[in-house]
């Protein structure tokens, strides 16, 4: 129960890391699972990652973010529990076409109606990084993402979560900083 409480219950997930090329998908992934960065290299073959955080475990597919592959991301939309779409926020010159690819995710009906939606403002250690409220209006989601508190403390309060749980957070995959937060709001929403 005491476990339950704590959101610590033996879970597991299983999610799709998408975005732009270049935004730090792979960065990400492999700071979580081997605790490193190692030497980026674009993905162009997708990979699979199982490791665990806060007591869960997790399966992450890592699909590659270049034009030529995000048609693939699709095929795992049906098949996941959580979705963490990567923006670069120091890349102000790729808004567009990064709130392009949002938008066409977010209307996907074969991505599962109550699978949270985590989005990543990464390389906040840049000093051209965009503010957390300057990439919410260059994505358009201002006034659409569900709040910051974890599932349990809005279900304290009484808050139903409708639709998709969706927010937005601001990292340095680098100076490891930020997603760390951002990773318990997903988990938290995850059901
Ligand atoms: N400054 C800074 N650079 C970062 C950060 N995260 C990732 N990078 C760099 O961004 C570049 C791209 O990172 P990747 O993880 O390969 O990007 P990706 O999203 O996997 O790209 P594709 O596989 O091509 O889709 C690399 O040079 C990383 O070192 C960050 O937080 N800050
Ligand atoms: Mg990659």
Redesign the pocket.
């Known amino acids: 129960y005491f476990l339950e409480l704590f959101g610590l219950k033996n879970k597991n997930g299983t999610f799709l890391v998408i975005?732009l090329?270049?935004?730090?998908?792979?960065?990400l992934l492999r700071r979580l699972k081997e605790g490193t960065?190692g030497t980026?290299?674009?993905?162009w073959y997708s990979s699979k990652y199982e490791f665990s955080f806060g007591g869960i475990y997790f399966t992450a597919f890592?699909v590659?973010?270049?034009e030529q592959v995000r048609k693939v991301w699709r095929t795992y939309f049906p098949a996941v529990d959580a979705i963490i779409f990567?923006v670069d926020a120091s890349d102000h010159q790729r808004f567009s076409e990064a709130r392009a690819e949002l938008d066409s995710l977010l209307s996907d009906i074969s991505i599962p109606a109550d699978a949270p939606l985590l989005l990543l403002g990464?390389?906040i250690?840049?000093p051209t990084a965009a503010s957390e409220e300057d990439l919410r209006r260059w994505l358009g989601v201002q006034h659409r993402t569900t709040g910051k508190q974890l599932a349990q403390a809005g279900a304290a309060a009484g808050i139903e979560f409708q639709s998709r749980p969706m927010e937005l957070f601001m990292c340095?995959?680098?100076?490891q900083q930020g997603y760390g937060e951002a990773f318990r709001w997903l988990t938290s929403h995850m059901r």
């Open positions: 975005g090329d270049n935004a730090g998908k792979t960065t960065m980026p290299v674009p993905t890592d590659g973010g270049h990567i990464n390389k250690d840049r340095s995959v680098l100076q």
